[in-house]
C-alpha cells in the first residue's frame, strides 16, 4: 500500500540526510497519497539542474527542484545497502536491465 511506499522513501531519506528529513523530502513524501494496486506505476524523472518530477500512472504527483533530494533518491536504487530489505529484488532488477536499456 500506499503506507509502505511512504515509509521506505522516509527510512531511505533519513539515511541520505543524516536522520533529519529536510521540508521539501517530506513534501516529496507526502505526494504519494493514492493505494497502489497491481497496474499501478510510479516514474522518477531527474531533469538536469537537480530535479526530481515524480509521476503516479502518468499523473504528475509533484516537482522538486532540490539537489540534495534528487540525489537522495537517486540513490535509493544505486547504495550498496536499502533502507527497505524488500526493494533489493527491484534495484538487482533494475541493475541487471540497466545496461540494456542503455544500448
Known amino acids: 500500500g500506499v503506507d509502505k511506499i511512504k515509509e521506505a522513501f ?8 543524516g536522520g533529519t528529513i529536510p521540508k521539501y523530502g517530506n ?15 510510479y ?3 531527474f531533469l538536469p ?6 509521476y503516479e500512472n502518468g499523473k504528475k504527483l ?20 536499502l533502507a527497505e530489505d524488500k526493494l533489493v529484488v527491484v534495484k538487482k532488477g533494475l541493475v541487471s536491465r540497466l545496461a540494456e536499456a542503455w544500448k
Open 10 to 17: 522516509k527510512a531511505s531519506l533519513k539515511l541520505s540526510f
Open 27 to 41: 513534501d516529496f513524501i507526502a505526494a504519494f497519497k493514492n493505494e497502489l494496486t497491481e497496474k499501478s506505476s
Open 43 to 45: 516514474e522518477f524523472h
Open 49 to 54: 539542474g537537480k530535479t526530481i518530477v515524480a
Open 62 to 81: 509533484g516537482s522538486w527542484k532540490d539537489k540534495g533530494l534528487a540525489e537522495a533518491v537517486w540513490k535509493i536504487w544505486f547504495q550498496k545497502e
